[in-house]
């Protein structure tokens, strides 16, 4: 029997308009295809991509979520953290401090960061990825990629998201060249956060794109000589739009003159706003607010049955407001200030679109990001 290795590459934010502004990896990665983004942020979009689901099945879409009796964050209405100077507790590395300590506390597993959600807020919500969605049952009820691994008794190796890029590169590199694995999961995310900051300069991001196809060539030219059969494939889960303007929707609903909590909850996303309502006058008023925009419209029903975020009990939200592509929202509760570039905008946008290209030919084209975990599913289950 050959010796068979699939690899699956996982690169954060290699949207397809940078593939082909760039060619990215044209000649040696000739089956290529645009994937349509699910709905959100990477949040959703990688259990999406592990599971195959969307994220009204496997529960996933942005982290926060309204949910006061069971929030996990009610030590904040003691800590009066709000009241102390905010140019020390609302720094990123004071924040990044307080995630780690609550995350250890709490035994969360999974990514956490509280980002700039205000302290006093804390206690309404809850947080959705408590767990490694990585791991062994991280998706439970729903079967993961680990999952179908586990019961498949093929040899693996998935990267710890966790780890630096270099580290996972460096790993995965080995274990082929140790002939030791039949299939693998490379997971690499600083591409994302390098586009975050550098979208709007296609020069700069030509140079980095070369960092990658020079680590996808010697992965090629590793599998190949080690293995009879070897599939690589590149995968990502959204591109990177830039900024064209902002709104400031926070002070839009705070003018209104209601109470949070009492008359109303809402997370202010980067691109979107999600709200609850307590009761009948607080909808009537920020749903006027939201009606009036300019440069963002209300989800219909239909579009989130389609994007599946229809969540029966509107765990995420009863109304959604997304943003035109490049407006972000700020201030917000990821971030103070916007960023110059952003995703989480339509998945119809051009630049949300993300990618898949291989150096063999997919048994079925992905149109979607959740159209991966299918194709790596029928990896798995080929002999």
Request: glycine share 6%; with cysteine.
């Given at each position: ?5 699939t690899?699956?590459m996982?690169?954060?934010a290699?949207?397809w ?6 060619k990215?990896c ?11 983004m ?6 959703t ?10 994220p ?17 964050f009610?030590?904040?209405k ?5 009241y ?8 990123w ?17 999974g990514?956490?960061e ?17 767990t ?14 680990c999952?179908?691994l586990?019961?498949?008794n ?36 600083n ?32 599998g ?15 591109g ?16 209104l003159?209601?109470k ?9 996303d ?13 909808r009537e ?7 009036s925009q300019?440069?963002a419209?209300v989800?219909?029903q ?21 943003t035109?592509?490049?407006?972000q ?19 119809e946008d ?32 080929t002999?």
């Amino acid at each position: 029997m050959k010796k068979k290795l699939t690899i699956f590459m996982f690169i954060d934010a290699l949207g397809w308009e940078i593939i082909n502004k760039h060619k990215f990896c044209k000649k040696s990665l000739p089956f290529r295809y645009p994937a349509k983004m699910q709905l959100g942020y990477s949040s959703t979009a990688i259990p999406t991509i592990l599971s195959g689901k969307k994220p009204v099945e496997h529960k996933h879409f942005s982290f926060y979520y309204y949910d006061p009796i069971k929030s996990p964050f009610k030590i904040f209405k003691y800590l009066m953290l709000q009241y102390l100077p905010g140019r020390i507790f609302n720094r990123w590395r004071v924040r990044h401090l307080l995630s780690k300590i609550i995350k250890k506390i709490y035994g969360f597993t999974g990514y956490f960061e509280l980002y700039s959600m205000p302290y006093d807020r804390l206690p309404f919500f809850n947080y959705c990825e408590k767990t490694d969605i990585f791991a062994k049952n991280g998706l439970s009820p729903v079967k993961n990629l680990c999952d179908v691994l586990e019961e498949s008794n093929k040899k693996y190796l998935i990267s710890d998201w966790r780890k630096p890029q270099e580290f996972n590169i460096e790993q995965m590199t080995n274990a082929i060249k140790e002939k030791n694995i039949e299939f693998g999961f490379l997971y690499t995310a600083n591409f994302d956060g390098f586009l975050h900051d550098n979208i709007k300069n296609p020069e700069i991001i030509g140079k980095e794109a070369k960092k990658y196809e020079k680590v996808i060539e010697e992965l090629l030219e590793a599998g190949n000589e080690n293995y009879e059969d070897f599939t690589l494939t590149i995968i990502s889960d959204h591109g990177m739009t830039p900024l064209s303007g902002t709104l400031d929707l926070k002070a839009q609903i705070n003018a209104l003159g209601l109470k949070f909590g009492k008359d109303y909850a809402a997370v202010f996303d980067s691109t979107m706003g999600r709200f609850w309502f307590l009761n009948p006058t607080a909808r009537e008023k920020i749903m006027e607010v939201l009606n009036s925009q300019t440069d963002a419209e209300v989800l219909t029903q239909a579009q989130k049955e389609e994007y599946g975020v229809n969540f029966e009990d509107n765990m995420f939200g009863e109304e959604i407001l997304l943003t035109s592509p490049g407006v972000q929202i700020a201030p917000c509760d990821m971030g103070i200030d916007p960023l110059p570039g952003m995703h989480g905008f339509s998945p119809e946008d051009k630049d949300s679109y993300a990618s898949y290209l291989s150096n063999k030919e997919a048994t079925t084209p992905p149109e979607w990001v959740g159209d991966f975990f299918n194709l790596m599913l029928t990896a798995i289950q080929t002999p």
